[in-house]
């Protein structure tokens, strides 16, 4: 398999994956430990509404689809503030909304849009040193927000009602990171696909979450677990040659059902919930 890392399309979509699992780690340990996964659903098929307008009015079809993901995860807060409707409601409306508007836009444009299928599936060996760039420069961002607001994620995750309480920044924090978390699927959705995505960004973390529930441990055992499937995931796919993000989501299953089997066999009781 040494011989594929001669290709550049391929040390791309190594380093692509790389930056992709880190990204999904960190952000997926947020919005599993908040109870909030759903929002990755609902903005990954909202960017469908960005899609097909962008493709409708000639414009870069991944900026559009950015400006619903962000339009849309902002939403879903606001609503839920300023309506107090429920966020999983939210979340239903704008994924409802944002794929209805993407059928309906890419059904008005002429002829046919055969990169629709790179977003729905992702391909990763498309991945280019633009693409690189970008998701390295959102990684850094995304580390030094982390890392500054490190606390306050930590309340807001496990107990938002409490750090409001608190006098936290919670409105800050969690507009912040729900941008992050748009951003995040933005950049990753036409690599990885929306399986890819979606999988990435809760997989990795209930299996980190079958050996402990403090947050650090999940995110760093996330980031080591989602390194694993993915670059074994894209190796795999050189061997046996099929789509490697069914490869990468089908190891994340995998590796969930062995370390849950391990941890019953070894018959330790699950780890309370300890914030």
């Not at 989501?249 to 370390?259: E, G, T």
Request: glycine share 8%.
């Amino acid at each position: 398999m040494s011989e594929y890392l001669q290709y550049d399309f391929f040390r791309y979509a190594l380093a692509g994956v790389i930056l992709i699992s880190v990204c999904a780690a960190v952000i997926g340990t947020y919005i599993i430990t908040r109870r909030y996964v759903a929002i990755s659903g609902g903005i990954t098929h909202a960017c469908f509404g960005g899609l097909g307008l962008g493709y409708f009015l000639g414009i870069n079809p991944v900026v559009m689809a950015g400006v619903f993901a962000v339009g849309s995860s902002v939403g879903v807060e606001w609503m839920s503030r300023r309506f107090r409707l429920r966020e999983d409601s939210a979340i239903a409306m704008i994924w409802g909304v944002g794929m209805a508007l993407g059928v309906l836009f890419v059904f008005l444009t002429p002829g046919y849009v055969p990169e629709l299928n790179a977003f729905l599936f992702g391909n990763i060996l498309t991945v280019s040193a633009s693409d690189l760039l970008w998701l390295a420069a959102f990684t850094v961002v995304m580390l030094v927000f982390v890392a500054w607001q490190w606390r306050n994620i930590v309340a807001v995750s496990f107990d938002r009602d409490y750090a409001e309480v608190s006098g936290l920044p919670v409105k800050f924090v969690t507009y912040a990171m729900t941008v992050l978390v748009a951003v995040d699927i933005v950049l990753s959705i036409r690599l990885a696909g929306i399986m890819m995505i979606i999988s990435m960004l809760s997989l990795p973390i209930i299996t980190a979450e079958i050996f402990s529930h403090k947050y650090m441990r999940v995110l760093l055992l996330a980031v080591v677990f989602a390194l694993f499937s993915s670059v074994g995931g894209l190796f795999l796919s050189t061997v046996i040659d099929v789509p490697c993000s069914a490869l990468i989501v089908l190891l994340m299953a995998a590796l969930f059902c062995v370390c849950r089997l391990a941890k019953a066999l070894s018959g330790r009781k699950l780890p309370k919930n300890n914030s």
